[in-house]
């Protein structure tokens, strides 16, 4: 089967995939050498941090220790893929997750990737600048409202025009924006808006990630990560503006500029890149790597909304994955064992 692999973001290690990488890690030689770096960076180890005796959400959702956790978890579930069941013919991820989806299509090393996916993590955490929310644009149903999308752009931008308030798109995510800022924009937001269910939903130890605001930890990353950990990609990579890197054809220096830079400091469209994740590598199949399940109603809602093979709704898609799965979430153990 031809395969997407989706390599998941920030907030996807939670209390139930405490012990992911014990379970599920399939070289433990690689962790120790991750563990390693850790060390040397005087941090918690990852060993450490999975076999903690229960999950604390004030130490393992830090940038410095999720970003790594979440790295390696995708990282090793690259490695679980039976090769003979599925052939990855393109790489993606969503936010952070691009750090991940470089290591797994070869533009990074496992442990070079490490080292940029850890650096940003910590450099997040020790510049926590502004934070983020999470607000829908789609209902229930997933039916696209075009129209309500449109709205919520405009309350952004009000607000945002207002003096000494800040409020941007972070990430575009399926059925969801996840908008970023100061606390006065956060705030102004959040009363603006009707309550939905949970949400508008504040994201924990989350700084205004893919905003200008994240310029200063850009520059931090130029400084101290170089051109020479990038090489070019063994398969196809998306951005998050749904940009494809070819192997054979990629300009390392503008990959790392894109990874450091523009990635760090504009909005990360995720939709886009499952769209054409879908409509020019016509997959098969889309895997999502752990840790965690939490982006799979995100890939799904973006199929929708590109209309993937005429999907036009939530039931639209669970008629279609009760037929024949066309997502697989790794995190998931009744469908890990379709891909592994």
Not at 285 to 310: D, E, K
Request: a negative charge; glycine letters at 10%; one cysteine or more.
């Amino acid at each position: 089967m031809r395969a997407v692999l989706i390599c998941p973001g920030r907030g996807t290690y939670n209390a139930p995939e405490l012990g992911a990488l014990s379970r599920h890690f399939p070289d433990r030689d690689l962790l120790a050498r991750f563990d390693s770096l850790r060390l040397e960076a005087g941090q918690d180890t990852l060993t450490e941090l999975d076999r903690a005796a229960s999950f604390d959400p004030g130490r393992h959702t830090r940038g410095d220790n999720a970003s790594a956790l979440i790295y390696a978890a995708g990282v090793g579930d690259s490695k679980n893929l039976d090769l003979d069941k599925v052939e990855v013919v393109a790489v993606t991820g969503n936010s952070m997750g691009w750090y991940t989806a470089l290591a797994c299509a070869g533009a990074l090393t496992p442990e070079t990737g490490f080292l940029v996916a850890n650096t940003m993590g910590t450099l997040m955490q020790a510049n926590l600048i502004g934070g983020q929310l999470v607000y829908p644009h789609m209902g229930d149903d997933w039916v696209p409202d075009p129209d309500s999308k449109a709205s919520l752009f405009n309350t952004i931008s009000e607000i945002d025009s207002r003096a000494e308030h800040s409020l941007r798109l972070s990430i575009d995510l399926g059925g969801m924006l996840v908008l970023a800022g100061d606390e006065a924009g956060l705030s102004a937001f959040e009363k603006a808006v009707p309550k939905r269910n949970a949400f508008p939903m504040r994201l924990r130890n989350h700084a205004a990630f893919h905003t200008d605001l994240m310029r200063p930890v850009s520059e931090l990353g130029m400084d101290r990560l170089g051109a020479e950990l990038f090489d070019q990609p063994r398969v196809p990579l998306i951005d998050g503006r749904g940009q494809i890197w070819w192997p054979h054809a990629t300009e390392i220096g503008s990959l790392r500029h894109y990874t450091l830079g523009t990635q760090v400091t504009e909005p990360y469209d995720f939709t886009a890149a499952i769209r054409v994740a879908a409509r020019e590598f016509a997959p098969d199949l889309f895997i999502l790597t752990g840790p965690g399940t939490t982006l799979g109603g995100a890939v799904a809602q973006s199929l929708v909304l590109s209309n993937w093979r005429g999907l036009g709704s939530k039931a639209d898609f669970q008629k279609m994955q009760d037929r024949e799965p066309v997502l697989v979430s790794m995190g998931r153990e009744d469908q890990r064992s379709l891909v592994t």
